[in-house]
């Protein structure tokens, strides 16, 4: 059987996706998965039909996809799945231009502690402390599971297991508490900094136009001066996790624990 890894990202028109998952591509590449290829739901190409037939055309006949998302939802468990042929299933053989090829769909990063470790790393490289306001922004979801609201809360409850004082979390849409709302329970509690932490995985229109301007920051920026109830404070506004390396541990953990 010949191994094969595909990296699936949703696609954008702005940011930096593409080149997140080229970076982690290479990686895996460079760590000896011969057959790595990245596929992308909408709008950034390949497309993951492209990708399956080329994959397959090469003779990769198992293949692993490992979705770059935070958490599951809609896409995981139901449209990525569909454009690979395969229903609602996390594995199935499929025919690809007359062939067989097995495929396996690994969850999305989820509830793994590497995500908590890259939010505290974000902290320190902004000079945060555990004395610091600490929001860390999910974008919020409409699947029924409300997977990405409950990943956002593990990691805000894992801060405080590690002795941060003032954490709160809030979404840029669909579910609550809002920001606005954050950011008044932080400024109650009398923190003196706010780092906002986006647990998102790269940079676009949310995270540069959208959630910027609920907080009160200028586009595209590192952060700033705001104003919560009269008061101004300092917002440390981080990056998002992007192709951390300890992330690239993670996609190459889940294809070794599935191919060994």
């Known amino acids: 059987m010949t191994a094969g890894i595909m990296i699936v990202g949703y696609g954008t028109r702005k940011g930096n996706l593409e080149e997140i998952l080229e970076t982690q591509a290479k990686r895996l590449r460079c760590r000896g998965w011969e ?29 692993i996809v490992l979705p770059y998302y935070i958490a599951e939802g809609t896409l995981t468990k139901e ?32 509830t793994d502690i590497s995500l ?3 939010l505290c790393d974000k902290i320190a490289d902004v000079d945060g402390d555990q004395d610091c306001g600490i ?20 990691n805000a409850e894992r ?4 002795g941060y004082k003032h954490v709160t ?13 954050a950011l008044d329970l932080l400024e109650k509690e009398g923190v003196k900094k706010i780092v906002a932490l986006p647990l998102f995985i790269a940079m676009g229109l949310h995270l540069g136009d959208e959630i910027p301007e609920q907080i009160g920051i200028p586009s595209y920026s590192d952060g700033g001066i705001i104003k919560v109830n009269g008061r101004e404070i ?18 190459s953990r889940k294809a070794s624990e599935f191919f060994n």
Request: charged residues 25%.
């Open 79 to 110: 449209l990525i799945p569909e454009k690979l042929g395969m229903g609602h299933k996390d594995m199935a053989d499929v025919e690809v231009d007359g062939k067989t090829v097995s495929i396996y769909i690994a969850p999305a990063f989820g």
């Open 234 to 251: 300092p917002v440390a506004y981080t990056r998002p996790v992007e192709a951390d390396s300890r992330l690239t541990d993670l996609l």
């Open 169 to 181: 979390y809030a979404f840029n849409e669909f579910c609550e508490p809002t920001i606005k709302d």
């Open 135 to 154: 929001l860390i922004l999910g974008h919020g979801t409409r699947y029924q599971s409300l997977a990405n609201m409950r990943i956002i809360k593990i």
């Open 116 to 118: 908590t470790d890259i």
């Open 35 to 63: 057959h790595v290829e990245i596929a992308y739901f909408r709008v950034s190409h390949p497309t993951i039909p492209d990708a399956l037939k080329k994959m397959a055309g090469e003779g990769v006949d198992n293949i």
């Open 159 to 162: 801060l405080k297991l590690r």
